[in-house]
């Protein structure tokens, strides 16, 4: 006669194969995003607040949007990290082909939008969506599945790079027609940054960079980004025109000194730098944290890219690899040219500091590409965790 309890192992076994769950995933990366996310709402707020009552007659309009999408954002990420990474890899053309028709619609009337002189944007119910956000996380998805499946094919002309190359003429040259040139150079580098980790040939590589870099110095020393070059060469030659944002940045980080004139009280806001809830938020942090507020910024972002580093070199196979550092290495280009611009050591040019500048397809997006962060280190093994 059997014994009740005979079978009570197997059904023990299936039922804690069936609760097998996986590791949990970074806490260092979730509080470095939620850290730069809830001080980006709070300084959105401080440099909106005169802005906002112009343009909306309202002056919390600009944080309410903020505050939506920053709260969107985080469940988005949280939603994100619960999806097995290895499902982009089967869709990654997919979603490729997806960006390049969204980012062609900006042009068709009736849905893209035009704001700033440019079209980036369109409209989905009422909601505008700025769709080179989108392309920028399909060019990576695409980008790692492609590079996992040549393998070492990567060294090769037609194999490794003719495509890659193929690939940058038309997203970037569909962005640069927008025109977003701030975007296109991003893309670019982000192709050729995950060409280099892949083990692409460096000669054809190093072609590539200067194709990009010498394409990129034309396009700024012609037409009206030429202006922006002779601000950037000598500020001092046009204060109330093209040198007016890059003067009060400097201004405002100045005037903070170590401490900052305290939250709420900075005075470059009052309309002396042009919209500071967006690209020059940072000089609108410095002025009034100061210093130390500054530097609180760049160790989180460091902290943040060191943890995707590092996500990236213990992922468990190469696709995961290569998408965590496309994902990082994202967040730091941006956090680099922002910070340039800021501290005029480059020309201006349009890019938002991640998780903290006004915009709400920017931070949506880019907390959907950290969720995916975040699903990867959950299926880091154990053994492979160091820190």
């Given at each position: 006669?059997?014994?009740?309890?005979?079978?009570?192992?197997?059904?023990?076994?299936?039922?804690?194969?069936?609760?097998?769950?996986?590791?949990?995933?970074?806490?260092?990366?979730?509080?470095?995003?939620?850290?730069?996310?809830?001080?980006?709402?709070?300084?959105?707020?401080?440099?909106?607040?005169?802005?906002?009552?112009?343009?909306?007659?309202?002056?919390?309009?600009?944080?309410?949007?903020?505050?939506?999408?920053?709260?969107?954002?985080?469940?988005?990420?949280?939603?994100?990290?619960?999806?097995?990474?290895?499902?982009?890899?089967?869709?990654?053309?997919?979603?490729?082909?997806?960006?390049?028709?969204?980012?062609?619609?900006?042009?068709?009337?009736?849905?893209?939008?035009?704001?700033?002189?440019?079209?980036?944007?369109?409209?989905?119910?009422?909601?505008?969506?700025?769709?080179?956000?989108?392309?920028?996380?399909?060019?990576?998805?695409?980008m790692a599945a492609s590079l996992t499946s040549i393998k070492d094919k990567v060294?090769?002309?037609?194999?490794?790079?003719?495509?890659?190359?193929?690939?940058?003429v038309v997203v970037c040259g569909i962005i640069i027609m927008q025109p977003n040139?701030?975007?296109?150079?991003?893309?670019?580098?982000?192709?050729?940054?995950?060409?280099?980790?892949?083990?692409?040939?460096?000669?054809?590589?190093?072609?590539?960079?200067?194709?990009?870099?010498?394409?990129?110095?034309?396009?700024?020393?012609?037409?009206?980004?030429?202006?922006?070059?002779?601000?950037?060469?000598?500020?001092?030659?046009?204060?109330?025109?093209?040198?007016?944002?890059?003067?009060?940045?400097?201004?405002?980080?100045?005037?903070?000194?170590?401490?900052?004139?305290?939250?709420?009280?900075?005075?470059?806001?009052?309309?002396?730098?042009?919209?500071?809830?967006?690209?020059?938020?940072?000089?609108?942090?410095?002025?009034?944290?100061?210093?130390?507020?500054?530097?609180?910024?760049?160790?989180?972002?460091?902290?943040?890219?060191?943890r995707g580093i590092k996500v990236s070199m213990e992922a468990p196979d190469t696709?995961?690899?290569?998408?965590?550092?496309?994902?990082?290495?994202?967040?730091?280009?941006?956090?680099?040219?922002?910070?340039?611009?800021?501290?005029?050591?480059?020309?201006?040019?349009?890019?938002?500091?991640?998780?903290?500048?006004?915009?709400?397809?920017?931070?949506?997006?880019?907390?959907?590409?950290?969720?995916?962060?975040?699903?990867?280190?959950?299926?880091?093994?154990?053994?492979?965790?160091?820190?």
């Amino acid at each position: 006669m059997k014994s009740a309890v005979s079978g009570n192992p197997n059904k023990k076994q299936k039922k804690s194969v069936r609760r097998k769950k996986t590791s949990p995933s970074d806490f260092w990366i979730t509080f470095c995003i939620i850290t730069l996310t809830c001080i980006g709402v709070m300084m959105v707020f401080s440099a909106s607040i005169y802005q906002s009552g112009a343009i909306y007659d309202d002056q919390y309009a600009i944080f309410q949007k903020q505050l939506l999408f920053s709260v969107v954002g985080i469940f988005t990420m949280f939603f994100v990290s619960r999806i097995n990474y290895k499902i982009y890899q089967k869709y990654a053309f997919h979603l490729l082909v997806l960006s390049i028709v969204l980012l062609l619609l900006v042009f068709v009337p009736g849905i893209g939008h035009y704001a700033n002189g440019a079209y980036r944007w369109i409209r989905i119910f009422g909601v505008s969506l700025q769709t080179s956000e989108v392309a920028k996380i399909a060019v990576i998805i695409f980008m790692a599945a492609s590079l996992t499946s040549i393998k070492d094919k990567v060294r090769t002309f037609r194999v490794g790079f003719l495509p890659y190359m193929f690939l940058m003429v038309v997203v970037c040259g569909i962005i640069i027609m927008q025109p977003n040139l701030s975007t296109t150079l991003i893309i670019a580098m982000i192709i050729i940054g995950m060409l280099f980790v892949a083990g692409g040939n460096m000669i054809y590589l190093g072609s590539l960079f200067g194709s990009v870099a010498a394409a990129a110095v034309y396009l700024i020393l012609t037409g009206w980004r030429k202006d922006r070059w002779e601000a950037f060469i000598n500020p001092e030659s046009n204060l109330t025109g093209t040198g007016w944002q890059s003067r009060q940045s400097i201004l405002a980080l100045g005037s903070g000194g170590v401490f900052g004139q305290g939250l709420g009280n900075g005075k470059q806001k009052m309309f002396f730098l042009p919209e500071p809830q967006n690209d020059f938020i940072y000089a609108h942090i410095g002025e009034e944290l100061g210093l130390i507020g500054t530097l609180i910024i760049l160790i989180l972002f460091l902290v943040l890219i060191w943890r995707g580093i590092k996500v990236s070199m213990e992922a468990p196979d190469t696709f995961s690899s290569l998408l965590a550092f496309g994902l990082i290495f994202m967040i730091g280009i941006q956090v680099v040219i922002n910070i340039a611009v800021v501290t005029q050591l480059i020309p201006v040019t349009g890019i938002p500091l991640p998780f903290i500048s006004a915009g709400g397809t920017s931070i949506v997006f880019l907390m959907g590409g950290m969720g995916i962060m975040l699903n990867i280190s959950k299926h880091i093994p154990s053994k492979r965790r160091k820190i």
